[in-house]
């Protein structure tokens, strides 16, 4: 369901799954579990679930399928697998570290590819997947003060996580709080639990980052404090003196975040996709590293904010004898190549890029041009309408898996995953399937199930886990991780480089661009809700139902637009706007936002599928159908905030189903708080 | 013999007021209506008799059937049988085809069930004080009220039923012995509430009855024989005669009921009103709503009498024994009720804007943004009830009697749908406000309990005396000219020895 | 007649204290709540009549303007008031205190006359509009331990009375005192958080009775003086 | 014993009032007499109502007994079922007071209703003395007589009376 990788118990009672808990002892989650994990079990229920192989008997575009038994399948799949070797094959996973993407990348690599993509890959999780350096990794519940950059944590993947941090960070010890200070261009669900929310200008956080940096060195020579960069510091941060008319944030308010992030310290900076969605993403990003190296530098570490580089080392360790692949491909350009005709053979594996992806990627001309798509997954989607053959998965919590990660403040880890029910239905594994096709083709990887290849990782891994006797054989040492369903990466000293020991250059950030119609068109916010997430679960009633933390809207898709705008525009809550853009037009009741600029609108992803079940299918507008390509440098990831968008009402309302009254949420005092 | 043969005088009053609406048929012509439409025919009345007028007027409702009666109870009955069904489809689906949401329980069934027992309040206070007070405009009115009072609660009473989830469990709420603890809690205002209008409605209906009892017998004597009336007459006359012995004790009970009516009436509006006072539920929670209910009650349930008496007059064409005289007390009585309640009125607002308790002022601003229509026709038709009352021409004009009366009750819903459904509609918790509309079902179940109580008056007019005959000739009995210098003045006698 | 009071000792005051400054309005405890009390979905249509039946609901309040805005999130689960307004008022005993110091709602009794909906001022009672159904193979998710409620009943929060009763059993069977921890409800469970905090007043020593001596402390509408055993705690430096 | 009952109708009150006199010569006692009257005429139109009916004693006593009932039953739960609901007391006296209010009222309503059937020696289908002529408007007058000899001096005097019509029957009240 989401990559983050939390360690869940399922309480079963004769045989059924009936609650997902959190596992106390688990790195990411520490015990909590965030909706989209309570509803594992409502998506391992799910009627709508596929129960055999599907083989396309309409054209393509109209989910038209019938059934097919299992050995057949595997056949067909077989023979194009044999068809497509040499570069001509591609997949596209949904979670970088999870088993079945060891076993397709192996797999292609065995075919003659490295075309395996990740959906939905932003550049911050590209970035720490690559990542050498302890940067990336500070911890959010010891630091004293913490400057989000457009990072919405708590309504992304890795929500309980950052919950959990966060928890620990305000009030893990009563009489030391925390600070959180959220930096954005809306204000998000996590900017909603800061203690102040720094409204910044679309794609200016680069900019805001380097001020602050600015600001921050200043207070430090100011005040005595010595460091032997400090005047290296100034020097490349110069020229950032036109950041306030640039993010339109006020001076003082950027001294500001300065003085709290030096008063408050340890403090670190958490960037996020405000940050890194614009074309200057990339430079923006350094530049948030910056000001985070420099924090570091500066920082009383004693509680540990930024994890030691042996410890990260660990996840080298467990990344390599695991299998998981160090780099992906770029879907842009796999995308691309594909649409071209190139690819005879395409595997999309629990993902849905037609659906999740920008429409300026091309996903659909990409599924089109491809000789034969197998997608695996449990539900038919938007995908599935391209695919030549469906392949029905297990429901996770059927299978066997294991993911090997880290966790967003730098502890490396490893999974193991055990099915808690017996399958409901003839389904397969993903993992299975593919090693049955490819052993058939000739493509084996010396495994023959799912199973098997996670006992050979642990063979390989269990002397570099913790916990773990060294005694124990591949097996015992399997039953011993599962037992506690993870073990943490042992740390060894490495020589691998923690953080910027370099002298620090001075990071440049260009001016966003955006693809509009006019100059005077609205930013246009795609982002991901808390309730849903990126839209792989929009089909799960109980998610639909619960209300989106910020809008309290439920059972659809809204526009954000803020009240004086709307007033202006004579836009009443409830009345359905027609939002255009280059690549296209989607059309979503307005919902008067107080939370956003006058100069934005937001929208959230994963909804407007054209397939995934009654509950999913037509829901709202997909945002990412009309969001478009500029891409952006320096790292796989999609400019998705780069466009701007006209707003005009259609004439037609559209009441939006609210949990709260949007008036009493203005009253709360009434409860004296 | 001649003197009583002819039709009664007009009261002087009432010849300044303009006179009867209907002049008094004479003998001839009401053989001639009887050989025409017998609609007599069966019927055993002498009219050579002395005052037969008046047994042939009272009964003849009872006995004489037009066709457009037969459409109008049709009608009624379809429109029950609608809203009946519309109750067995709410049943049978759930309480959910009400328009009613959380957090707001209560909807227009409340409203209307606190609706019909307020007009029941009148039935019975009017015609218990009158009777204590000996009024003599009393007497054509009484039957009328008390059968208002019986009804309107038989309709009231239903709303609870209607209006709970579980209406097959509802006897967890009588206090059955039984195995299983299921016992009812006093605690509860709605125990309290079920009790006094259990209560009421035995009360009421003992009070009819014991009205109705000699006139009963009256009918079953006159019932023609083999008439199918006749059995169920004479089983109900209880084989009244009318000896003294009878008279006397009957007399002494009726005075006994009548105080006990009169105290148990406004006990039982107090408790409605409790029913949302003693919740914490702002705007509900408040100490006027005692007196408030019971004034309103009594307010509506004279505008009630009124215009079922003016629809008696009209429909059975009784305008020689209710006559304007009547219906002129009534509305006097009503324009106090009218002052009193927009006294009321003026209490409830005057606290609420100036104490400028944000619940209740949010509350108060909510009503007069989403209900501005509703707010004006209810305190509209306080306001012109009282001014139009005030006008001599007005009380003695039927018509604008009953428009009037009819206004004052439409005002009156309103009012109740307006005390229930905002303060629920805005809570204390902002975060739930929402908004109520009834639904389909709820107002095709209000609307039938409406007809329901029209074809209960209906039906009873043709089943019992709607008139109340003995009370008449009562009044006839005591009653006597006497010439003041050139003056013939119509005086009472009182023969009770006063103390 | 003393078998109403056995379902209790006595022993215990199960409290949840609610962490203002630590909840973050991700609604995970909504859907916890959903998964472990067998809570309907209602579907597009009811919901948008607002007749979803979830048992605790996150609200939000915004505070200021654009872009100075302060947001709140108040997580509210059933009071469980001392004084409940909700109890006196049930005609049928449907909803009463139990010694636990739980506001106990007896399905089977409830004949729903929804009073108890209208005299709490929290909003946190739920009732069954319909007869709502789990489309097949749903059904298997439905937790044994909590009863799936017939059409027409009230239905609220109930501090996951079959967790309690799980530890307290668990407890009696080892022929100890139920330990802090050992019980916590779905929605304490599973929030990221940790703002949500649930235990046992009597037992001074429980993380719940240390804080709800907390200087921020402070519940809900207590002018009512309903005696809530929700404590939030204040948000804020 | 059994009786003769001779019953008169006439057409105006004034006649049998003048009755009163020859039928005591007779004698007749006033206890053997009574009026039968669409409507009820005053006290000593006629005659005096001999009998004492405390029907308002019924009436009290109906309603003490409905004030312990009441006490009975929502005390009684009260103290039985002791369960707490909403930090009410155990005993709770609202409650009561409320229950006892209505339960006397209702007492004392019953209680006059059906003393008032006791006392009128209601419901009596039994064929009395009687004539549906009464219904409309005579005045009957009905005189129970210890013989024969009785019956024929009394139906004597009420024809001296202007009697519309006489009727005869037996073992009347």
Not at chain 1, 24 to 48: D, F, T
Not at chain 2, 137 to 164: C, D, K, N, Q, Y
Not at chain 2, 396 to 406: C, D, E, N
Request: proline share 6%.
């Amino acid at each position: 369901m989401c990559n983050a990788g939390c360690g869940i118990m399922v309480r079963t009672v004769m045989g059924r799954a009936k609650k997902v808990e959190g596992n106390p002892a688990h790195p990411v989650n520490g015990g909590g579990v965030c909706a989209l994990g309570q509803a594992a079990v409502h998506q391992l229920y799910h009627p709508e679930r596929l129960k055999l192989p599907l083989l396309r008997s309409g054209p393509r575009g109209t989910n038209a399928f019938k059934e097919v038994s299992w050995p057949d399948a595997l056949a067909r799949l077989a023979d194009n697998m044999k068809k497509a070797e040499g570069g001509a094959s591609y997949a596209v996973v949904s979670n970088p570290h999870d088993a079945v993407t060891v076993i397709a990348s192996k797999t292609l690599k065995k075919m003659g590819s490295d075309n395996l993509a990740v959906q939905g890959l932003s550049a911050v999780e590209g970035r720490r997947l690559a990542a050498a350096s302890a940067l990336h990794f500070p911890d959010m519940a010891k630091a004293g003060c913490v400057l989000m950059l457009g990072s919405d944590v708590f309504a992304g993947e890795a929500a309980a996580h950052y919950g959990d941090r966060f928890g620990r960070m305000r009030r893990g010890n009563e009489s030391k709080r925390g600070m959180m200070i959220y930096a954005g261009t809306r204000l998000s669900l996590t900017a909603a639990s800061a203690d102040r929310f720094v409204a910044a200008k679309e794609g200016s956080l680069g900019v805001l980052a380097l001020a602050v940096a600015r600001e921050y060195v200043s207070l430090l020579k100011g005040r005595g404090t010595v460091n032997p960069k400090t005047a290296a510091w100034e020097k490349a941060l110069a020229g950032n003196a036109d950041a306030s008319s640039k993010t339109g944030v006020p001076e003082d308010a950027i001294k500001k975040i300065a003085r709290d992030l030096y008063e408050h310290g340890p403090s670190a900076v958490i960037a996020g996709d405000d940050l890194t969605a614009h074309t200057n993403g990339a430079q923006a990003l350094a530049a948030a590293d910056f000001l985070n190296s420099i924090l570091r530098e500066t920082a009383d570490d004693k509680d540990g904010v930024w994890p030691p580089a042996e410890k990260l080392s660990g996840y080298e360790t467990i990344r390599k004898s695991t299998g998981v692949p160090e780099k992906f491909a770029p879907l842009g350009p796999l995308l691309a190549s594909a649409a071209n005709g190139k690819m005879k053979l395409g595997l999309i594996i629990d993902s849905d890029p037609v659906q999740a992806l920008p429409a300026g990627l091309n996903a659909r001309k990409a599924l089109e041009a491809t000789g034969f798509v197998a997608v695996f997954g449990c539900f038919l989607n938007d995908t599935t309408r391209y695919a030549d053959l469906v392949l029905p998965d297990h429901q996770f919590l059927e299978a066997w898996s294991a993911q090997a990660a880290v966790t967003p403040h730098g502890t490396p880890f490893f999974n193991a995953q055990q099915p808690v029910v017996r399958p409901l239905y003839g389904t397969m594994q993903s993992g299975d399937a593919i090693l049955k096709a490819a052993t058939m083709a000739g493509f084996g990887i010396g495994v023959d199930t799912q199973e098997a290849l996670l006992l050979g990782m642990v063979g390989d891994l269990r002397r570099n886990l913790e916990g773990v006797p060294p005694a124990l054989d591949g097996k015992k040492a399997w039953e011993h991780v599962l037992q506690r369903g993870f073990a943490v990466a042992s740390a060894k000293p490495s020589s691998a480089p923690g953080g910027s020991a370099k002298n620090p250059e001075a990071p440049r950030v260009d001016d966003p661009l955006f693809t509009g119609l006019a100059p005077d068109d609205f930013f246009l916010h795609p982002y991901t809700a808390a309730n849903i997430g990126d839209g792989r679960v929009s089909n799960i009633s109980w998610l639909l139902e619960m209300p989106e933390p910020m809008t309290s809207v439920k059972w659809g898709s809204w526009v954000e637009i803020n009240p004086k705008t709307a007033a202006r525009l004579g836009i009443a809550d409830g009345d359905v706007l027609k939002v255009e853009t280059k690549f296209g037009s989607a059309e979503a009741p307005a919902c008067i936002y107080p939370g956003i600029g006058p100069d934005t609108i937001a929208m959230p992803v994963g909804f407007g599928h054209l397939d995934f079940g009654k509950h999913a299918r037509g829901r709202g507008a997909n945002v990412m159908s009309i969001v478009g390509d500029v891409e952006g440098k320096g790292f796989d990831y999609t400019a998705f905030r780069s466009v701007k968008a006209t707003v005009t009402k259609t004439g037609k309302r559209m009441e939006l189903i609210r949990e709260g009254n949007p008036k009493g949420d203005y009253e709360g005092e009434v409860f004296q708080l | 013999m001649d003197e009583q043969e002819r039709p009664p005088q007009h009261q002087e009053g009432e010849r300044r007021m303009g006179g009867p609406r209907t002049e008094m048929p004479s003998l001839e012509e009401l053989r001639g209506i009887a050989a025409r439409k017998g609609q007599l025919k069966g019927l055993d009345i002498d009219l050579t008799m002395p005052e037969a007028w008046l047994n042939q007027y009272s009964l003849s409702p009872m006995f004489y059937t037009t066709r457009a009666y037969f459409v109008f109870t049709l009608a009624l009955s379809s429109v029950v049988a609608w809203g009946a069904a519309c109750w067995g489809y709410q049943i049978y689906v759930g309480m959910g085809v009400a328009g009613l949401r959380p957090p707001i329980f209560w909807g227009i069934y409340i409203s209307t069930f606190v609706f019909w027992v307020g007009l029941s309040h009148s039935g019975t206070i009017v015609s218990s004080l009158l009777r204590l007070t000996k009024a003599n405009w009393r007497r054509p009115v009484l039957r009328g009220a008390e059968a208002m009072t019986a009804f309107s609660l038989m309709v009231a009473s239903l709303f609870p039923l209607i209006h709970i989830g579980r209406i097959w469990r509802v006897y967890y709420m009588f206090p059955l012995p039984n195995q299983r603890f299921l016992w009812p809690n006093y605690r509860s205002p709605l125990a309290w509430d079920m009790l006094a209008i259990s209560v009421y409605l035995t009360a009421s209906m003992i009070f009819l009855y014991t009205g109705l009892l000699p006139d009963v017998a009256l009918a079953r004597d006159l019932c023609p024989r083999g008439n199918w009336r006749k059995k169920y007459l004479t089983v109900l006359s209880l084989g009244w005669r009318g000896t003294h012995r009878q008279w006397h004790v009957y007399e002494k009970a009726s005075t006994l009921l009548a105080v006990g009516v009169l105290l148990i009436a406004p006990s039982v509006h107090t408790i409605v009103a409790w029913d949302f006072s003693m919740s914490i539920t702002p705007g509900w929670h408040t100490t006027i709503f005692g007196p408030y209910f019971v004034v309103g009650a009594i307010y509506s349930g004279v505008a009630g009498v009124i215009s079922l008496m003016i629809l008696l007059r009209w429909i059975f064409g009784l305008g020689q024994i209710i006559r304007t005289v009547h219906l002129y007390n009534l509305a006097k009585l009503e324009l106090v009720m009218a002052v009193t309640w927009a006294y009321f009125y003026f209490v409830e607002f005057m606290t609420a804007w100036y104490a400028h308790n944000p619940v209740e002022f949010r509350i108060w601003e909510y009503q007069w943004e989403r209900f501005p229509h509703l707010m004006i026709v209810m305190l509209g038709g306080t306001a012109l009830a009282i001014l139009m009352l005030s006008f001599h021409k007005v009380r003695t004009s039927p018509r604008l009697l009953f428009l009037i009366t009819v206004l004052i009750n439409v005002g009156m819903y309103i009012e109740r749908y307006l005390i229930v459904i905002p303060v629920l509609t805005h809570r204390d918790n902002a975060y739930t406000w929402t908004d109520y509309t009834p639904s389909f079902v709820e107002i095709s179940v209000a609307v039938g309990a409406l007809a329901f109580f029209l074809l209960l008056y209906a039906v009873f007019s043709k089943l019992l005396p709607v008139v109340t005959v003995a009370d008449i000739r009562e009044g006839k009995i005591i009653t006597g000219d006497v010439r003041i210098g050139n003056r013939e003045v119509r005086v009472y006698a009182d023969v009770e020895e006063p103390l | 007649m003393k078998s109403f009071n056995s379902n209790g000792d006595g022993k215990h005051k199960w409290t949840m204290v609610v962490d203002l400054d630590r909840c973050n309005g991700c609604g995970a405890c909504t859907v916890a709540c959903q998964a472990e009390n067998n809570i309907a979905v209602v579907g597009e249509k009811l919901a948008s009549e607002k007749r979803t039946m979830s048992w605790l609901r996150v609200e939000r309040y915004f505070e200021g303007e654009w872009p100075d805005l302060r947001v709140i999130f108040l997580p509210m689960p059933c009071q469980q008031c001392g004084n409940a307004p909700c109890e006196p008022v049930c005609p049928v005993f449907a909803t009463y205190r139990n010694p636990d110091g739980l506001n106990a709602m007896v399905y089977n009794r409830c004949v729903g006359v929804r009073f108890c909906g209208n005299n709490c001022p929290y909003g946190v009672r739920k009732f069954n509009w319909f007869r709502y159904k789990w489309e097949k193979p749903l059904q298997e998710q439905l937790n044994p331990d909590v009863s799936v409620r017939e059409v027409g009943v009230m239905e609220k929060c109930t501090f996951c009375m079959q967790r309690i009763r799980r530890g307290k059993d668990a407890a009696k069977d080892e022929a100890r005192d139920v330990r802090d921890g050992e019980v916590v409800t779905a929605c304490a469970q599973s929030c990221p958080t940790g703002a949500i905090i649930f235990g046992d007043v009597k037992d001074p020593e429980s993380r719940a009775a240390k804080l709800v001596k907390s200087k921020r402390r402070f519940r809900l509408l207590n002018e009512h003086g309903t005696e809530p055993s929700v404590v939030y705690l204040k948000g804020g430096a | 014993m059994s009786h003769i009952t001779v019953l008169g109708l006439f057409n105006r009150i004034e006649e049998p009032a003048a009755m009163l006199t020859p039928l005591g010569e007779i004698p007749v006692a006033k206890e053997d007499m009574t009026l039968i009257s669409v409507a009820p005429y005053p006290d000593g139109a006629v005659l005096y109502d001999e009998h004492h009916s405390p029907l308002w004693a019924v009436a009290i006593v109906c309603g003490i007994v409905g004030f312990f009932a009441a006490i009975w039953l929502a005390g009684w739960t009260q103290w039985q079922i002791n369960l707490n609901v909403g930090g009410k007391s155990t005993w709770s006296v609202p409650p009561v007071a409320i229950t006892c209010y209505e339960f006397s009222l209702a007492g004392m309503v019953l209680g006059t209703f059906f003393g008032m059937l006791w006392y009128a020696e209601l419901p009596d289908w039994n064929e009395l003395a009687y004539d549906k002529d009464i219904s409309r408007s005579k005045v009957g007058f009905l005189v129970r007589c210890r013989d024969e000899a009785t019956a024929e001096m009394v139906e004597e005097i009420m024809k001296n009376n202007n009697v519309v019509r006489i009727k005869r029957g037996r073992d009347d009240y």
